[in-house]
């Protein structure tokens, strides 16, 4: 009898101490908030309402954040991940489970601006315009609360985004957009990756104290970067050349910029062309962007022709400037193009109003998506 009472004992012990060591091991779902500062509020999955959160304060997996306009916290998941959400942000940890070579993390985020630093594995951020990835390190993803558009950056390892209209992959100091559906014909643009500009780089810095290594190597790139792009001999004409007179055959009169003009202003949004004619002799060109701060960033084609939305280049209103540097099959600089400035508002243009008239046909509407008819 008594070894039946000490075997039930023992039994009972064994369950009692596996079921402590279950409410004691933390979930691999879970992450703990610190740093907050402003309105934070956290609920979890199956409850009602949100409620304040605080540091210490446990997101479970479908628990979700929402910050208000002067809202920031860190989430620190049990992986090692840190997610930074900026103000005015609403988003959900879906999953963060453990695979092979890491954690697998799936946020879906509604609105706002979320940084993920990855210690390893790989996080998806689904969108209402599409799902951001990144594999290694550093990514940031913000949803425009207005549009919906969704702009990734990506400082530092193997970033994707994908809509239904395609999937692009882009690296270290790239950036994309994934832009909403049209409302009118219900199709979606394939994204373009483009070069971060210098004030995503800064963002990076002041959001995330983690970054400063990495944001100064990429300010270090991009300084070495611009510097070619300002030749110290640039073979030039004694007189202003002719139009045409590339195709001539003489290396030594520099090509001429064709579109945009000097002083034209350009729409607020959307694609923007920029043409030049060709230079004899030359393998690859690169077209350089000065923005009203003076900081000044490249792209390199083989083409005379470089056409990008104009938000990835100009993502503010001021006054800009291009330019175009032609480069040998060696690398080496033939010559550039002067410099020509143009504008970018700092909103959609109001046609004015004029006193209608019901024998006149109505004027149409400029598109600011397609500022050129070509």
């Known amino acids: 009898m008594r070894e039946k009472i000490f075997a039930?004992?023992?039994?009972?012990?064994?369950?009692?101490?596996?079921?402590?060591?279950?409410?004691?091991?933390?979930?691999?779902?879970?992450?703990?908030?610190?740093?907050?500062?402003?309105?934070?509020?956290?609920?979890?999955?199956?409850?009602?309402?949100?409620a304040p959160a605080s540091a210490g304060s446990m997101l479970e997996v479908n628990?979700?954040?929402?910050?208000?306009?002067?809202?920031?916290?860190?989430?620190d998941l049990t992986s090692g991940t840190i997610i930074r959400v900026a103000p005015s942000s609403f988003?959900?940890?879906?999953?963060?489970?453990?695979?092979?070579?890491?954690?697998?993390?799936?946020?879906?985020?509604?609105?706002?601006?979320?940084?993920?630093?990855?210690n390893g594995g790989t996080a998806d951020v689904?969108?209402?315009?599409?799902?951001?990835?990144?594999?290694?390190?550093?990514?940031?993803?913000?949803?425009?609360?207005?549009?919906?558009?969704?702009?990734?950056?990506?400082?530092e390892g193997d970033c994707s985004a994908e809509n239904p209209a395609g999937r692009v992959d882009f690296t270290q100091g790239e950036r994309t957009i994934l832009f909403q559906k049209d409302p009118v014909t219900g199709n979606w643009t394939i994204p373009n990756v483009e070069?971060?500009?210098?004030?995503?780089?800064?963002?990076?810095?002041?959001?995330?104290?983690?970054?400063?290594?990495?944001?100064?190597?990429?300010?270090?790139?991009?300084?070495?970067?611009?510097?070619?792009?300002?030749p110290t001999e640039v073979p030039t004409a004694?007189?202003?050349?002719?139009?045409?007179?590339?195709?001539?055959?003489?290396?030594?009169?520099?090509?001429?910029?064709?579109?945009?003009?000097?002083?034209?202003?350009?729409?607020?949004?959307g694609k923007v062309k920029f043409e030049w004619e060709s230079q004899p002799g030359a393998q690859s060109y690169i077209i350089t962007f000065t923005n009203p701060n003076g900081n000044s960033f490249s792209f390199?084609?083989?083409?005379?022709?470089?056409?990008?939305?104009?938000?990835?280049?100009?993502?503010?209103?001021?006054?800009?400037?291009?330019?175009v540097t032609a480069y040998d099959g060696n690398g080496n600089v033939i010559c550039s193009t002067a410099e020509i400035v143009f504008s970018k508002p700092d909103s959609f243009p109001v046609p004015p109003t004029k006193e209608s008239n019901e024998d006149e046909e109505p004027e149409p509407i400029p598109d600011p998506y397609n500022p050129y008819p070509y």
């Open 8 to 50: 039930l004992l023992v039994l009972l012990l064994t369950v009692l101490t596996a079921c402590q060591s279950q409410q004691t091991t933390p979930s691999p779902l879970s992450a703990a908030l610190s740093e907050i500062t402003g309105k934070v509020d956290i609920k979890q999955a199956g409850q009602e309402a949100f």
């Open 63 to 75: 628990g979700q954040i929402q910050t208000g306009d002067d809202g920031r916290a860190r989430l």
């Open 91 to 118: 988003f959900t940890l879906t999953s963060n489970e453990k695979v092979d070579g890491g954690f697998a993390t799936d946020i879906k985020l509604e609105l706002g601006r979320i940084f993920i630093i990855l």
């Open 126 to 155: 689904e969108t209402p315009s599409g799902v951001a990835s990144v594999r290694g390190s550093y990514m940031k993803v913000e949803v425009d609360p207005v549009t919906l558009d969704v702009y990734v950056t990506c400082l």
């Open 195 to 230: 070069p971060m500009t210098p004030e995503e780089f800064q963002e990076w810095l002041d959001e995330n104290p983690e970054a400063q290594d990495l944001f100064n190597q990429a300010m270090a790139t991009m300084t070495a970067l611009a510097k070619p792009t300002e």
């Open 238 to 269: 004694t007189e202003p050349p002719a139009a045409g007179n590339p195709a001539s055959g003489d290396s030594d009169t520099c090509f001429l910029p064709i579109q945009p003009g000097s002083e034209s202003n350009l729409p607020y949004q």
């Open 300 to 323: 390199e084609t083989t083409d005379t022709n470089f056409e990008k939305y104009i938000e990835g280049f100009a993502p503010k209103p001021g006054e800009y400037s291009w330019k």
